[in-house]
């Protein structure tokens, strides 16, 4: 081969890590390894035709092969398959994710990240609500690379993959329009978390596009994504006069809640009022209705995310911004309207 | 307080990793750590009454604080439960978890163990289905200690959480015989995994201790634990003859499959069919019909697994096997025979 062997081709040839590579190829370290597992990457370096002065250049960089992930709650099912992306893609280039659940809670997070630093990671990728430079530099980790994951900041100073959520709660909105509705309620998710906010003004963008108005008490809030809070705003909108036949839900966790709502009234999903989730979460294509929803590349964000990350270890690039697009999933709780 | 106060007293005190606080009163390494931390870190100490020669003997433990995790597959809903019961009580004592999914795959198995040896973690948690002693002393980590959730060794010669599979399968067959059923049928999960097996082997014992008879043709093995396997395996029961009026399924992921199977052949569960499942996953409860199942107490296994490694950590004590009870959850798939 052309390129230069690196000691990557060697751990891949082994089937070991690079680390064990670096140690196995170092006099001082080769005791650390295993003896039959020192012999076959000596052997695989030696029919790669692997240079030892590359050696000396892999210890230099005094990497720790490991990167902090940070997310809210892995029992949300929302990431199980981020993460699973993130790891996937990091393993193949011998990273391994140190992985920590901080429920929003900045002092946990502060925490976690104190701790990550201590093991000097070699980079962060995160989901959580607060993390960002400034708590960076703070705990002083200010040079160590930062993807975010499901948000971005406003100055754009960060690397960051997110789901075009203007886009998809459109994709939400226009299908309930194409269907008839037009007393179309929104079921919000926090505003203070930056999915929540985007897509309310996706929400009102969308309507405004279809010529229709945000009619006032049809939109409602909820303080967390979850299906309480979902049945708590939506029971509101169906007590607060002259209720929506169509309601885009802000994720499918709230859209559950709107279910419950409905079965509490003995109203029925989608004879008297549709409903459209968000996320395409599993299982919700078992629900009774099936879920409509907007499919998000979980999977996707992950391995993008830690592509994102790779790609600045290797030339400390500049920050990109990367959004991803959502897709409909029309199933049986959307109908056209009574 | 009258006993010593240890590092981890004044790591918890001033908001930061054990690891901080080390370098933060080590003269060394004190500029490791931001001018603030470090401190806010003295304050603590002194305020506790921290002896100074206690951080020798802390530095002395050279400890990563990082625990190895390795599960087959993030995206399964078993396992977010279970990562998030593990993480939640190792960061409590200062601990982070360094996760990796294995698909089971050998190969990858031993690249991803490798690289966390290579890591100098403290410990092993692992869900997969071959890590061992054996494995871990080949590849030279044969004194760090291990924790085995949801499987154990037939030797018992390492630590291991696991469920009660058979008293779990159980409580379903004398759910199903108690209303009524005699034709009951096992939809089978894999049996070169401990869970698949041990779960077959509880229904051929609660169906010897109700009198029944296991009826040849009426027991189906999957190959894998998924919807798509429980479908094929389920048709085959269906179409094999004088079918069952009642399904235990080996797992809830395989008791979707059987709804499937029913559904392409007309058949209504539980009217013509009683189906129950295993684990209790989230979201069952708003299938239709919601699934009767038995609940595994997912998170619980995470703590208690953390609970024991950390416990050997301290006293590197004798492994121990923990067995924790599953519960019956009855709910609308499962009804008397037609």
Redesign the interface.
């Known amino acids: 081969m052309s390129r230069p062997v690196t000691i990557r081709d060697v751990a891949r040839a082994a ?3 690079p ?2 590579v670096s ?1 196995a190829l170092d006099d001082e370290k080769r005791a ?3 003896a039959e ?1 020192a012999a076959r990457v000596l052997e695989a370096a030696q029919s790669l035709g692997y240079r030892p002065n590359r050696i000396a250049r892999g210890l230099k960089t005094n990497r ?3 990167i902090g992930v940070l997310i809210p ?3 949300n ?1 929302l ?3 981020i ?2 992306g993130i ?2 893609r990091l ?1 193949a280039a ?1 990273y ?6 901080t429920d929003n809670d900045p ?2 997070e ?3 990240l ?3 630093r ?2 000097q990671v070699d980079g962060f990728i995160s989901a959580t609500a607060r993390l960002d430079r400034e708590l960076l530099d ?3 980790a200010g040079t160590v690379p930062l993807v975010l994951v499901n948000r971005s900041l406003e100055d754009r100073s960060v690397s960051s993959v997110t789901v075009n959520d203007r886009q998809g709660i459109g994709l939400a909105v226009d299908h309930v329009v194409g269907l008839g509705h037009t007393r179309i309620a929104h079921v919000a998710g926090p505003q203070n978390l930056s999915t929540g906010h985007r897509r309310y003004l996706g929400f009102v963008a969308a309507m405004q596009a279809a010529g229709l108005e945000v009619i006032e008490g049809l939109v409602r809030y909820c303080r967390y994504f979850t299906e309480e809070e979902g049945a708590r705003a939506c029971a509101e909108l169906l007590d607060g006069g002259e209720g929506p036949t169509a309601i885009v839900a802000a994720n499918d966790l709230v859209a ?1 809640g709107c ?1 419950d709502a409905l079965e509490v009234r003995g109203l029925s999903c989608p004879r008297d009022i549709s409903i459209i989730g968000f996320n395409d979460m ?2 919700v294509d ?3 209705p099936p879920l409509s929803s907007v499919r998000v590349p979980q999977r996707e964000i992950g391995t993008v995310a830690a592509d994102l990350l790779l790609q600045s270890l290797e030339d400390g690039g500049e920050a990109r911004e990367i959004l991803l697009d959502p897709a409909l999933v029309v199933r049986g709780s959307t109908a056209p309207p009574p």
Chains 1, 2 share one sequence.
């Open positions: 089937g070991v890590h680390g064990t140690r650390l390894v295993n597992t720790s092969y490991t709650d892995i029992t099912p990431f199980p398959p993460l699973r790891e996937d393993g011998g391994t994710a140190l992985v920590v659940n002092s946990r502060r925490i976690h104190e701790a990550m201590a093991r703070e705990i002083g559950l279910y599993p299982f078992r629900l009774q």
